[in-house]
């Protein structure tokens, strides 16, 4: 497995559909994951440490996690089928923590609560050699032209969409 951080948000040009981009701890490697308008707007205001006035879903996955002694390990992208990401959020008890449950779910909701409880995010060598990623060493180009991306995303393009709704 191969530990990501959040490289940032933004919205592809081509269609203005949301996308996260993670990126790997040494910046060689992006992976760009297309998500809904919903999710990225969850990820951004937890990014500018906005708290709604009422708790959001993955406020609320969050707050039931911990209200039940659990713990957030790790979520770990570990699947592609047909350009479809598969995650699931790995969660310890409190009082054991050699009993791991994995659980099923989309990759943007896994990373909004990877965000809010500051756990790692991993995504499998199977996933990385099947997805479209970026590889800053075989294409330095491409990677400047992410790069360029990371440093244009603004979070608040994301607060001021969910605001107006």
Do not use: C
């Not at 995504?123 to 970026?134: G, P, W």
Request: hydrophobic content about 40%; cysteine-free.
């Amino acid at each position: 497995m191969i530990e990501m951080q959040l490289g940032g948000l933004g919205f592809d040009p081509k269609n203005m559909s949301p996308i996260v981009l993670l990126r790997d701890m040494e910046e060689r490697n992006f992976l760009p994951i297309w998500i809904g308008m919903f999710e990225a707007a969850s990820i951004a205001m937890e990014l500018q440490e906005f708290k709604p006035p009422r708790p959001m879903t993955h406020d609320l996955l969050t707050t039931t996690i911990n209200v039940l002694n659990g713990n957030v390990k790790r979520v770990v992208i570990n699947d592609i089928l047909d350009n479809t990401f598969y995650a699931t959020v790995e969660i310890s008890t409190k009082d054991n923590t050699a009993d791991i449950i994995e659980i099923d779910s989309r990759p943007s909701d896994a990373i909004a609560i990877a965000v809010r409880t500051k756990s790692p995010i991993y995504v499998t060598e199977s996933v990385m050699l099947k997805a479209k990623m970026v590889n800053a060493e075989k294409d330095e180009e491409e990677t400047k032209q992410f790069k360029d991306f990371i440093d244009k995303i603004n979070p608040d393009d994301f607060s001021t969409y969910f605001d107006a709704r």
